[in-house]
C-alpha cells in the first residue's frame, strides 16, 4: 500500500504539473545551484529521487542539459526525498481517512481535469499515512520475536551486511523514501538498534541510485553518466560516514529525539553534507563519468533503438519521453532520407538512391518498437494527458513510417524506373520548380519535430501557414509544367511523370508532417479561427 501510494502521488502530480515539471528541469541549466534546487523541488513533488534521476537522464540524453548540471540536479533530488521522509516522519494518520475520502470523491465527481488528477494526489497521500500506520502496528510484535532479534543483532555486529541488505531493498522498492520509512517505522517499535538503523539508511541512499542506472543501460552514453556519477557520489558518501556510524549513534541519545526523529534527521544530513562536499566537484565527476562512459560513433545502417526502457512504466512521464526520443531519433533518419534522394535527383546518382531505400528497414525498426514499447505503456495505468501524448506520439510516429515509405517505394522507384539512364535529364523549369517546393518541405520537416517536442502554439500555426503557402506553390508548379508541355511536344514522357510523381510525392509528404499541428491548435481552440482566417484570405485572394 506504501509503494501504491506512492505512484499514486507521482502520477497525480505528473498528470496535473507533468509539462510544468519538464520544463522546470530542462530551464536548470544556467549553475549549478539552481540546477540543484530545481532537482529538490522536481523530488518533493514527485516523492521519488529515482523517477527525476530517470527525467534528468532522458534530457541528458537529447543533449538538453550536460552532465555536470545533471549531476547537481540529482544531488538536489537526494536532498529533496530527505524532506518528504521528514514531514512524514510526523503523526498524520489522523488525516488520513479525510484525505482517503475526499481523494475518492475528486477522483470519482471530476471525469477530467486538475480537479480528477488533484484527487489521485490526496488519496495517495491517504494511502501512505493508512500503510505507514498499518506497518507500524504490524512491526509491534517484533520487539517480542527472538528470531527477528537476532537477525538484527547480527546485523549490528556487520554494518557492512547491513548496508547491502538495506541497498537491495531500496532497490527491489524502486525507491529510498519509501525504503526509510519502513526503517523509521521499524525503528519506532525498538525493534531496530540506532547503529543498525542508519547503516540501512546509508545502504538505502545507494540502493536507490541503482535503479536509474538499469533503466539507462541500453540508452547513450550521455544519459548514462548522470545516474553512474550520482551513485559514485553515494558510495563516497557511505564509505565516508559508515565507520563513524556508531559514535553518531551514541551522540544523538543525548538529544531528545524519538527514534523515527534521529533515522530522518541523519537521512537528510547524510545528503545534504553530499551535496556540499560534492557540487563544487560535479565538473571533475562529469570529465570521470565522460572517460567511464565515452560517446561511440554510431553509422547510420547500424542504428537502433535504445531508449525503450520498460522499467519506466513505473513512470509514465519517463516512458512517453523515451519514446519521444525514438521518434525523433526516427525523424532524423526519415529527413536523410528526403534529403539524399533529391542529391540522388539531382546527380542522377542511383548508388545513393539505393542506399537510401535501405535506410526505410532502419526506420521501420524504429516504428515497430516505438508502436510496441506504446501499446505496452498503454495497459499501464495512464492519465488522461498521458493518454493523450501517448496517442500523439504514436501518430506522428505513423505519419514519418509513411513519409518513409513515400520516399523508398515511390520517389525512390520513380527515380530508378524513369530517370536513371543515360542522357535523361529535366528541363531547368522543372529542376527549379521541384526545387521550390521541396525547400519548403524541408523547413516543414524541422518544423514539425519541434511543434512535435514542444506543443508549442505559435510554431504549430506557423507550420499550417507553411502548408497553404505549400499548396499554391504546387499548383503553380502544375500549372507551369503542364505550359512547358504544350510548348514542347518532344519532351520526354518518362520525365514529365516523373515530375508529377516527384510533385505528387511532396504534397503527401508536407500533409503528413502538417498533421502534427492540428491536436494542439484543436486544443487550444484556434483551430477554427486559424481556417477562418484562411478562408478569408483566399476568398480576398479571388476578389
Not at 42 to 67: D, E, K, M
Not at 74 to 86: N, R
Not at 324 to 333: A, D, F
Request: glycine content about 6%; overall charge neutral; aromatic content about 6%.
Amino acid at each position: 500500500m506504501l509503494l501504491w501510494g506512492l505512484r499514486m502521488v507521482r502520477i497525480g502530480i505528473t498528470d496535473a504539473w507533468g509539462s510544468e515539471v519538464r520544463t522546470a528541469l530542462g530551464a536548470s541549466l544556467s549553475n549549478r545551484f539552481k540546477a540543484f534546487f530545481t532537482g529538490l523541488g522536481v523530488t518533493v513533488l514527485l516523492q521519488s529521487s529515482s523517477a527525476t534521476a530517470l527525467l534528468t537522464a532522458s534530457f541528458s540524453g537529447q543533449g538538453i542539459i550536460n552532465t555536470g548540471p545533471a549531476l547537481a540536479v540529482l544531488l538536489g533530488a537526494d536532498v529533496g526525498t530527505t524532506l518528504v521522509a521528514q514531514v512524514l516522519t510526523f503523526d498524520l494518520s489522523v488525516l488520513s481517512p479525510m484525505l482517503i475520502a475526499i481523494g475518492v470523491g475528486m477522483y470519482t465527481y471530476f471525469d477530467s481535469g486538475r480537479s480528477r488528477d488533484i484527487g489521485r494526489l490526496l488519496l495517495g497521500i491517504g494511502m501512505m499515512l493508512l500503510a505507514l500506520k498499518l506497518i507500524l502496528a504490524a512491526s509491534t510484535p517484533m520487539r517480542e520475536s527472538a528470531i527477528v532479534q537476532s537477525i538484527f543483532s547480527s546485523l549490528g555486529n556487520d554494518l557492512i551486511l547491513a548496508v547491502i541488505v538495506a541497498a537491495l531493498i531500496a532497490w527491489m522498492a524502486h525507491s529510498s523514501l519509501a525504503t526509510v520509512l519502513l526503517i523509521i517505522t521499524l525503528a519506532s517499535t525498538g525493534a531496530l538498534d540506532p547503529s543498525v538503523a542508519f547503516a540501512f539508511v546509508l545502504g538505502a541512499n545507494i540502493g536507490s541510485a541503482i535503479p536509474p542506472i538499469i533503466a539507462t543501460l541500453g540508452g547513450s552514453s550521455s544519459a548514462r553518466q548522470p545516474p553512474l556519477g550520482n551513485l559514485i557520489f553515494r558510495v563516497c558518501g557511505v564509505i565516508i560516514v559508515l565507520p563513524m556510524v556508531g559514535f553518531l549513534s551514541n551522540w544523538v541519545v543525548q538529544f531528545d529525539m524519538s527514534e523515527a526523529r534521529q533515522i530522518a534527521n541523519f537521512h537528510m544530513f547524510f545528503n545534504i553534507a553530499l551535496a556540499i562536499l560534492f557540487l563544487p566537484l560535479i565538473n571533475q565527476m562529469a570529465t570521470l563519468t565522460e572517460k567511464m562512459l565515452p560517446e561511440l560513433e554510431v553509422e547510420t545502417n547500424e542504428l537502433k533503438p535504445m531508449h525503450l526502457n520498460k522499467s519506466a512504466f513505473a513512470t509514465p512521464l519517463v516512458a512517453l519521453v523515451n519514446a519521444e526520443r525514438e521518434v525523433l531519433r526516427m525523424g532524423e533518419i526519415v529527413e536523410r532520407m528526403f534529403r539524399n534522394t533529391f542529391i540522388a535527383l539531382k546527380k542522377n546518382d542511383i548508388d545513393l538512391a539505393k542506399k537510401t531505400r535501405a535506410m526505410d528497414q532502419t526506420a521501420n525498426q524504429f516504428y515497430d518498437e516505438v508502436k510496441l514499447y506504446l501499446t505496452r505503456l498503454s495497459r499501464e495505468t495512464l492519465g488522461e494527458k498521458e493518454s493523450m501524448r501517448c496517442t500523439e506520439i504514436m501518430s506522428f510516429a505513423t505519419n514519418l513510417e509513411h513519409i518513409g515509405d513515400i520516399i523508398s517505394v515511390d520517389m525512390i522507384d520513380s527515380l530508378l524506373r524513369k530517370k536513371m539512364r543515360p542522357g535523361a535529364k529535366m528541363s531547368l523549369q522543372d529542376r527549379e520548380d521541384i526545387n521550390n517546393l521541396y525547400q519548403p518541405v524541408l523547413l516543414s520537416f524541422n518544423l514539425s519535430l519541434s511543434v512535435f517536442t514542444s506543443g508549442d502554439i505559435s510554431m504549430a500555426r506557423q507550420l499550417l501557414a507553411k502548408k497553404y503557402k505549400f499548396i499554391k506553390l504546387e499548383k503553380q508548379s502544375v500549372v507551369n509544367h503542364l505550359n512547358k508541355l504544350r510548348e514542347d511536344v518532344t519532351y520526354d514522357s518518362r520525365l514529365s511523370a516523373l515530375q508529377l510523381d516527384v510533385i505528387r510525392d511532396l504534397k503527401r509528404i508536407n500533409s503528413h508532417l502538417t498533421s502534427v499541428a492540428y491536436p494542439i491548435l484543436e486544443s487550444a481552440g484556434h483551430l477554427r479561427s486559424r481556417l477562418r482566417t484562411s478562408d478569408a484570405t483566399e476568398t480576398s485572394v479571388v476578389s
